[in-house]
Each structure stands twice: as C-alpha cells, then as structure tokens.
C-alpha cells in the first residue's frame, strides 16, 4: 500500500532512520528537490528530443542529490558542475545571447524552464540553509548554482527556437552531453545503425559505450549471429581503449607503426576487426559505438554512420 501513516504526526525519517519534524531543513530541502524535477518534468513534456534528454538526465541527477542529502551515498558534485557547464557552453553556441533583461513567456517551454529555474534557486536556498546547520560539502551550492544557470541558458535557447517543428527542432538542437550521454541516446544511435544495416541487407549487433567502457545500449537484429554480441561490444571497447577506430588500429598494427605485434598478443578485450568508432565532443571521447554482422568494410561504414549521427546532434 502506498499509505503507511508513519508521518501522521508531522514527523518522518531520512535514509538513516533519523526522525524529524517535516518542517525541518532537511526535508525543506528535499522537498524542493523533489518540486524541482515535477517542474522539470512538465518542461520536458513540451520539449524536443536533445532539451528533452538533457532534462531527462538532471532529473536523473537529482535523485542522486536529493539521496545524498536524505543521508545516504555521496555524489560527486564538482563534476556533475562541470558537466553542466559544457552543457551551457554547447547551447550557447548555437544561440545569440540577448542581453537586455528578458520577460518570460515568449515561448510555452521557455516560460515552463523559467519557472523550473526559480524552484532550482528556491532548493539552493533551502541547502544554504541546511549547509550551514548540518556541514554539508561546499560543492553542492556551486552544482545548484550551475544548474539555474543551465535552466536559463534552456529557457532562452527554447525562446530562440519559438514555434519551430520538432522536425526543425531536431537539426537544431546541439546534441546532449551524454557520459552523459545516456540510455535514451544510446538507443537512438543503435536503431538507426540497425536500420541502415537492413536498408544494406544485413542483420547486424550494434553496441554504445560510455567512456569508461560501460555498456549503454545493444540492439540485436533479428537473425543476426550471437557471436557479434560479443564482437559488436569488444569493437567499441578496443576503439575506446586505443583511442581511435578499430581500423585505423588494425592498419597501424600492421604497419610496424606503433601498435606493431599488437595483432599477435594476448588482449583480450581488444579485437583489431573494422566496425568500432569512438564517440567524440568537444574534443573528449564521451563514449563508443561498435558493429557487427557485415563485412569489414560494411561495419565500419555501419559504425562510421552511428558516429556521425551522434556528432552531428542527430542522434
């Protein structure tokens, strides 16, 4: 049942079984978290796919804050900030900023952001407060900072767009930054690598990775063997791993170049087989795709495609 009655009397407890009247910080603050992603999520409801997916993972982001601020794991705010800031700075280059003070309501999703961008400076509020009181880390305050200013950056990036078609919107929009990338993304590159495969009569395995190597994303298509499972995975961790496609690593083994003897060892995570691309932005690798169930030369078309989708913003 949904209802248990434990905080009938105006109490309830964090993750540490700590009970506390629900006016407390604690709970102002997790309140206005929680208020924060509802807002978030009434934004997303009108947004286009990229704004849509980088809402999609600050909601994501906030059950790990709101966690840590219950009392339970810790969560990495200096760099979950610095992701949000190579979000702003890939926004905003694709808009001009306006630099006269600027009335919400343009646009219904700009106006929705705005306001999810004053509850973001209410929930920084109420951490202030319980920072002072409970020592939290100083980072949180700079990640809630950074976070209104992403909100804003969105809402005038939506404004800009004004009352384009989602069609329009999608070539538009810069991509999200999925390490970041993201299960949405992930499954994106591969359905659209899958259907390009079929449109070349194959039935292939596409794999997305993370940069460290985690598996995002797998598709197999009907009829594809089960051996390019394995086969689609270790391409994207080998292009991943070497830092560069799986066939320029093949060409430079056997080129006595610098990976020389590589062709004759014992890795076995790593497979010199055309068909892994790493997925770039900015200049970092954010990821990588890997493709089986074709020729040499077809995976590494089929892989090639998957990564220009990506950096392109189109996946």
Do not use: H
């Amino acid at each position: 049942m949904i209802y248990t009655k434990q905080g009938d009397g105006g109490t309830s407890k964090t993750i540490k079984g700590f009970s506390q009247p629900k006016d407390a910080p604690v709970f102002q603050a997790l309140g206005t978290l929680d208020e924060l992603s509802a807002a978030l999520g009434v934004a997303k409801s009108e947004a286009g796919a990229t704004v849509r997916d980088t809402i999609t993972v600050i909601q994501s982001e906030l059950l790990g804050v709101g966690e840590y601020v219950a009392g339970g794991r810790p969560f990495d705010f200096a760099a979950a900030a610095t992701r949000f800031e190579t979000l702003i700075d890939a926004f905003e280059n694709r808009m001009q900023r306006e630099k006269a003070f600027v009335l919400s309501g343009k646009t219904k999703l700009g106006a929705l952001l705005d306001v999810a961008r004053t509850v973001a400076r209410r929930a920084e509020r109420s951490v202030v407060t319980l920072t002072k009181r409970y020592m939290l880390p100083p980072d949180i305050n700079p990640y809630l900072n950074r976070l209104s200013d992403l909100l804003y950056i969105l809402a005038r990036y939506a404004d800009q767009l004004g009352n384009a078609p989602e069609r329009v919107q999608r070539t538009a929009e810069p991509a999200a930054v999925p390490n970041e990338m993201g299960l949405q993304c992930a499954e994106r590159i591969c359905r659209a690598v899958l259907e390009k495969a079929r449109a070349m009569d194959l039935r292939a395995v596409c794999a997305v990775c993370s940069a460290e190597g985690s598996l995002f994303a797998l598709l197999r298509d009907d009829g594809a063997l089960l051996a390019s499972i394995d086969i689609a995975q270790q391409k994207t961790n080998t292009a991943i791993s070497l830092q560069m496609s799986t066939k320029q690593a093949l060409e430079l083994s056997e080129q006595k170049d610098q990976l020389y003897g590589l062709q004759f060892g014992s890795a076995a995570d790593l497979i010199l087989l055309p068909g892994g691309q790493t997925l770039t932005q900015n200049g970092r690798i954010v990821g990588g795709v890997g493709v089986s169930g074709g020729l040499a030369w077809q995976d590494d078309e089929l892989s090639l495609y998957g990564k220009e989708l990506f950096e392109r913003g189109e996946a």
